[in-house]
């Protein structure tokens, strides 16, 4: 099976830098990808790593490090229209490799 | 681009009827498309893989007669909850990757929010 950890809500003031973390089990790990959800929509793609490191996308960043099963999504210049519910999910070798997994969800709230 | 549709938005029915749910891949072709159902303010659960041409792959615990998946073409995949009861009401998302893109991103439809009363 698969199982996938976050903090369940993070506040953080306009224009500074948050950290989302997320640890993985899986019995065959394929990648982690992270996805933005605001309230009622629908989840859209922001990141994927399938290396050990950084991956950098404008105002977003993502980590991996494959030996701790554990990675990271960067958030720099908070704005408030960056409030929604962030997962992360991997894919599993051992379930169909396109088959994703997601997170608990971590509620990002961005406070003036 | 890709764009994904769901059809429709939001439904209401009555306990003990069935309900349809329609994804579709509009600009380009999705040899397998996947299911969710999301509850308030919790995670994306995989209910089942669904296969152009084949049976779909239902995940544990998910009841593959109450939930009937048909993948009829490279765009189309539909849900039917069947006999829909009141603890099936959710927030139910279907999503398919690409091929060229090594299935890396996936692409979400907007979701169908299914109230049973």
């Known amino acids: 099976g698969q199982s996938l950890e976050q903090p369940s809500e993070v506040t953080a003031v306009e224009g500074a830098i948050v950290q989302i973390n997320c640890t993985y089990q899986?019995?065959?790990?394929?990648?982690l990808s992270w996805y933005q959800q605001h309230d009622g929509g629908a989840p859209t793609f922001l990141s994927y790593?399938?290396?050990?490191g950084l991956e950098e996308t404008g105002r977003f960043s993502s980590f991996l490090s494959r030996s701790d099963s554990y990675g990271y999504l960067l958030l720099q210049e908070l704005q408030m229209k960056d409030s929604a519910s962030y997962f992360c999910?991997?894919?599993?070798?051992?379930?169909?490799?396109?088959?994703?997994?997601f997170g608990t969800g971590t509620r990002l709230t961005v406070i003036p | 681009g890709a764009v994904v549709s769901q059809h429709p938005s939001r439904v209401i029915c009555k306990s003990g009827t069935s309900v349809k749910i329609e994804c579709r891949s509009l600009?380009?072709?999705?040899?397998?498309m996947f299911w969710y159902r999301q509850f308030p303010k919790q995670s994306l659960m995989l209910m089942a893989t669904?296969?152009?041409?084949?049976?779909?792959?239902?995940e544990q615990g998910v009841e593959k007669d109450k939930f009937l998946i048909n993948h009829a073409s490279l765009t189309l995949s539909t849900l039917t909850v069947t006999s829909a009861h009141p603890e099936d009401s959710s927030f139910y998302i279907c999503?398919?990757?690409?091929?060229?893109?090594?299935?890396?991103?996936?692409?979400f439809g907007p979701g169908t929010r299914l109230t049973v009363l």
């Open positions: 999503s398919a990757g690409k091929r060229e893109s090594s299935y890396n991103e996936q692409f």
């Open positions: 899986t019995s065959g790990f394929y990648g």
């Open positions: 790593n399938a290396l050990d």
């Open positions: 999910a991997v894919r599993d070798l051992g379930a169909g490799a396109n088959n994703l997994f």
């Open positions: 600009d380009f072709q999705a040899t397998t």
């Open positions: 669904s296969n152009e041409g084949s049976k779909a792959t239902y």
